[in-house]
C-alpha cells in the first residue's frame, strides 16, 4: 500500500506547498465575482485546480476481498472438551453444551489477530459483541493478470480451509491445530472454532472493496444490482447473471432498503436532476447559469454522486439497518468532500456557490425531499433504533441534518464521519464511512474514489468453494469498468 502525502481526515486539503494558493481559494467561494476576477487573471483551470485538488493522496489500494462468517473462536478449550474424535451426531442437549464452552477462558484475542495465515490472504478476528467472528481478508490485488492469478492462489487457499473443515462436520469444537496443513499456517493452535451451526459447512458473506469513478456507479448498479421500473428484455437477460451474484434471488424487483437502496437512489437521482433542470432560473446580476438543461444533461458523476447520497438517506427511512453502516451497500471510504471534487468544472464550480446552497436546492429537488432538508440523514421510522442505543438511548445520529451534510461537503468537509459528525458520543464511531479521508485508488493512471461494496451473498451464505469464481468474476468486471471496456458478468 503507497502513500504520497498526508492529508487530515475530513477531506480538507492539509498539504504545505500549496496552503496559501488553497486557503485564498477557499475564501473565495461564496462570491462568484470574485471567483470570476480569479478566473480571468490565472485562468479557469488554474482556479479549478486550485479548489478540487483536495484530494492529493493516493493509496495503491485496488481490489481486495473479505469473507465473513459467523463461526466464531473466543475460547480456549480445556483437556476435556479437546477430543479429537470425530462425533457425528448433535449433542443431546445444544443448549447445554453451548453455555459449557462460553463458560470457558476467552482467548485474549482484538479485531484483526491473525490465527492463521496464507497466500494474500489470511484468517483474522472480526469484532463482533461478546464473541468474535473470524472472517478471511485477502491483500489488495492490482488489477493487472498478473493480480488475478494471486487472487486464484489465495482463493485456492481458502478452498483448502473449507476441505479441512468438512472433515470435521458434526464437530463442535475442531480445534486450529487440528486445521495445520495446506497453504495456511496457524497461529493459534489452542483456540477453537464455534460452529455457527451444526452443518459443518462454513459459510459467510463476502466484501469487496474496490476503486470505482463517480461516473461508473450508475453502470455498476445496473449491471450487478438492477433497476426501478421497467428495463428491455434484452438488458435484463444481458445483466441477469451479475445480478445473480449480487442479489441472489432478489433482484427482479430490488424492494427498498439494503442493495436496493442503491437502486431507489439511482432513480432519484435522475428525477432530481430531471426536475432541477425544468426549474426557471431566477435572473440575477452576474449569477452563474445553470450547468446542465434537458438537451445537455448531466454528468455521470453527478448522477453517482447524488445516487450515494440518496441509497443513505432512503436506506435509513426503512428502519431495516442495525448499524448505520448497513445504510450504505456500496459505503465510501473516500470521504464525501473528496467525492464532490470529483465533479466536472461547471457543476463543480456551481453546485458550491452560496456555500452549497445550490446543492441543497438540487439534492431537494428529488421527490419527497421538498421542504424536508431539515430532516435527519438518518432519518429512521418511530419504532426503529440502531445498535448504539441498546446501551444509549440518546438518540445522537439524529443530530446531523440532510442541508448540513450535503453544502458542508461542497467545502470539502464531510460530517458524515467520526472527526466530524456532530454531538458523536465520545469513544463512538461511525465505522466505515470515509474512514480513508481524502485517499484515492491509482488505477493505471486514474485516481478513483475507494468503496467497499457490501452485503452481497446467497442466502444464507455461500461456501469458501462457491466464492472463488464469484470473486474471480467480479475481480474482472471491476477491472474491465476501470479500463473504460465495461464487460458484464455472463
Excluded at 166 to 187: C, I, N, W
Aim: glycine share 10%.
Amino acid at each position: 500500500m503507497k502513500e504520497r502525502h498526508k492529508s487530515d481526515n475530513s477531506g480538507v486539503h492539509a498539504g504545505s506547498a500549496r496552503s496559501k494558493t488553497h486557503a485564498g481559494a477557499k475564501s473565495l467561494t461564496s462570491s462568484h465575482e470574485a471567483l470570476v476576477g480569479l478566473q480571468r487573471s490565472a485562468g479557469n483551470s488554474a482556479v479549478v485546480s486550485m479548489l478540487q485538488s483536495g484530494s492529493d493522496t493516493v493509496v495503491q489500494r485496488d481490489v481486495g476481498f473479505e469473507f465473513e462468517s459467523r463461526w466464531t473462536m473466543p475460547r480456549l478449550l480445556p483437556s476435556k472438551l479437546r477430543s479429537k474424535k470425530k462425533r457425528t451426531a448433535p449433542p443431546k442437549d445444544k443448549r447445554a453444551w453451548h453455555q459449557q464452552f462460553d463458560s470457558l477462558p476467552k482467548e485474549n484475542l482484538s479485531k484483526g489477530d491473525k490465527l492463521m495465515t496464507g497466500p494474500g490472504v489470511n484468517l483474522t478476528v472480526d469484532d463482533s459483541g461478546g464473541d468474535r467472528d473470524c472472517e478471511f481478508v485477502t491483500k489488495a490485488f492490482p488489477e493487472t493478470d498478473s493480480g488475478e492469478n494471486e487472487l486464484d492462489a489465495a482463493l485456492t487457499a481458502m478452498d483448502g480451509f473449507e476441505t479441512r473443515i468438512q472433515q470435521h462436520t458434526g464437530d463442535y469444537a475442531p480445534m486450529f491445530s487440528e486445521l495445520r496443513g495446506g497453504a495456511f499456517k496457524v497461529s493459534r493452535s489452542n483456540t477453537a472454532l464455534k460452529p455457527a451451526d451444526y452443518s459443518g459447512g462454513f459459510v459467510g458473506a463476502p466484501q469487496m472493496t474496490i476503486g470505482l469513478g463517480l461516473g461508473d456507479i450508475p453502470r455498476v448498479i445496473n449491471d450487478l444490482i438492477g433497476v426501478r421500473g421497467n428495463e428491455p428484455a434484452h438488458l435484463t437477460q444481458a445483466r441477469q447473471p451479475g445480478r445473480q451474484i449480487v442479489r441472489p434471488g432478489r433482484n427482479a424487483a430490488p424492494t427498498r432498503g439494503g442493495a436496493g437502496g442503491l437502486v431507489d437512489g439511482l432513480e432519484l437521482a435522475k428525477q432530481a436532476i430531471a426536475n432541477f433542470a425544468a426549474t426557471p432560473q431566477v435572473p440575477v446580476p452576474q449569477a452563474p447559469p445553470k450547468p446542465f438543461n434537458h438537451a445537455t444533461g448531466a454528468s455521470n458523476e453527478l448522477r453517482g454522486l447524488l445516487t450515494l447520497i440518496y441509497s443513505i438517506m432512503e436506506t435509513a427511512k426503512t428502519g431495516t439497518s442495525t448499524y448505520l453502516k448497513m445504510c450504505s451497500d456500496l459505503l465510501a471510504k473516500t470521504n464525501y468532500g473528496t467525492l464532490y471534487r470529483q465533479l466536472p468544472t461547471k457543476e463543480f464550480l456551481y453546485f458550491r456557490e452560496n456555500g452549497g446552497d445550490k446543492f441543497k436546492d438540487l439534492v431537494e429537488s428529488a421527490p419527497g425531499y421538498q421542504g424536508n432538508m431539515n430532516r435527519p440523514v438518518f432519518d429512521r421510522p418511530a419504532h426503529h433504533k440502531y445498535h448504539y442505543e441498546m446501551s444509549d438511548d440518546n438518540e445522537w445520529y439524529l443530530t446531523l441534518t440532510r442541508e448540513a451534510w450535503i453544502k458542508a461537503m461542497t467545502n470539502g468537509k464531510d460530517l458524515l464521519t467520526t472527526a466530524n459528525f456532530p454531538q458523536l458520543p465520545p469513544g463512538t464511531e461511525l465505522e466505515g464511512f470515509g474512514t480513508l479521508g481524502s485517499k484515492m485508488d491509482r488505477v493505471g493512471t486514474r485516481d478513483l474514489p475507494i468503496f467497499e461494496l457490501r452485503s452481497f451473498s446467497a442466502v444464507p451464505g455461500w461456501t469458501l468453494s462457491q466464492f472463488h469464481p464469484v470473486a474471480l468474476k467480479l475481480f474482472k468486471y471491476i477491472r474491465s469498468v476501470n479500463l473504460g471496456a465495461p464487460q458484464r458478468i455472463t
